[in-house]
């Protein structure tokens, strides 16, 4: 079974800085997808950016890109010129490329924005 | 168009009662997911449908819940004799169907178990 771990539970950055969110997945699949998904205190699930194992580019969505080390198994969401609506938890998030296609997520790492 | 919706969007109930929640996905889409997310946790698995066949209810943590979806559109969770360890925010998501499809989530069922 995958597992899927953020080891920060939370992080605070100043407005316009840049932080990086870390998530590490354990797996035995060569093929498979990761995400990060932004939940605000409406408590809404967003997909913020996903990332193909196969693709050895790293994603990019306006000011947030990942750092994908298939090797390592760590997948990093990195949020440039943060703005306060950023505040929100993060879950990463790894769906296999097999059956089921359920997704395995991590404990979530809370992000605040301080003016 | 129209997201994925669910009802009700808050439930309060006592335990030893079976509640039953609702997801109606977006239209056309083939796979249904439904996830149960603790406070301060992310959301865990529960069991998932292909059209109306059930294909994987692993996640379900006992023979109290169960779900379906008869005609491969709307679909209902149910829990029997609630507890209170069953208080979490109940979410399900649709994709039109395959790995490299997008989960859309609904905005998910507040359970309190009193």
């Known amino acids: 079974a995958q597992t899927v771990t953020q080891s920060q539970p939370e992080m605070s950055v100043q407005e316009a800085e840049t932080v990086t969110l870390s998530c590490t997945y354990d797996t035995s699949e060569s093929d498979y997808y990761l995400f990060w998904y932004k939940q605000p205190p409406s408590r809404q699930m967003i997909l913020v950016i996903r990332q193909e194992a196969y693709k050895q580019q790293n994603a990019t969505e306006n000011r947030f890109s990942v750092n994908f080390q298939k090797a390592a198994k760590s997948f990093s969401l990195k949020i440039s010129d943060s703005q306060l609506g950023d505040a929100a938890m993060y879950f990463c998030a790894y769906r296999s490329e097999g059956a089921g296609n359920m997704l395995t997520f991590g404990g979530g790492t809370r992000l605040m924005v301080k003016p | 168009g129209a997201g994925v919706s669910q009802s009700p969007r808050y439930k309060v109930t006592k335990r030893g009662q079976d509640v039953a929640l609702r997801c109606d996905p977006i239209s056309g889409h083939v796979s249904l997911y439904w996830y149960r997310q603790a406070l301060g946790q992310g959301p865990e698995f529960l069991t998932y449908f292909n059209y109306e066949a059930q294909q994987d209810k692993s996640g379900l943590p006992n023979d109290r819940f169960s779900a379906e979806r008869p005609e491969g559109s709307i679909s209902t969770l149910t829990i029997q004799r609630t507890e209170q360890r069953d208080s979490a925010m109940y979410r399900c998501?649709?994709?039109?169907?395959?790995?490299?499809?997008?989960?859309?989530f609904g905005p998910g069922t507040r359970l309190t178990v009193t």
């Open positions: 998501a649709s994709t039109p169907g395959g790995p490299s499809y997008e989960q859309y």
